[in-house]
């Protein structure tokens, strides 16, 4: 089992920066890869982008790539997004979480195995 907490969400206005923090627990060495997500009211889940654990190879959607990025620190087993230029329609639900699929990278939300407990972002106008 792996355990994920989110941290660093809160309110911002259009224009600022966040950083959101994920720290794993338990089997972390059977994480390949750790997804950040964001769900806003009445919407799907949806992906924002990935890390790779070991590695650190990043992958993210097009709508935050160049404002967001995503970090880790493997000797805190903790993974970053640092989020800039945030906009309203920014604001959602955070969450993050890891696959243990080992080789596979996915954007898809029910291909993660387990997810944190979700922290929230609200971008003020």
């Known amino acids: 089992q792996v355990q994920l907490v989110e941290s660093g969400g809160g309110e911002v206005q259009a224009g600022g920066s966040l950083r959101l923090s994920c720290a794993a627990s338990g089997r972390t060495f059977s994480i390949y890869a750790m997804g950040w997500f964001r769900q806003a009211p009445g919407k799907d889940r949806k992906f924002i982008g990935d890390?790779?654990?070991?590695?650190?190879?990043?992958g993210y959607a097009d709508s935050v790539k160049g404002r967001f990025t995503i970090s880790r620190d493997n000797a805190k087993n903790t993974v970053y997004l640092q989020m800039n230029s945030l906009k309203p329609e920014d604001t959602a639900v955070y969450y993050c979480?890891?696959?243990?699929?080992?080789?596979?990278?996915?954007?898809?939300?029910?291909?993660?195995?387990?997810w944190g407990q979700g922290t929230q972002v609200t971008v003020s106008s």
């Open positions: 979480a890891a696959t243990t699929q080992w080789g596979r990278r996915t954007t898809v939300p029910r291909e993660y195995d387990y």
């Open positions: 890390i790779t654990w070991i590695v650190g190879s990043t």
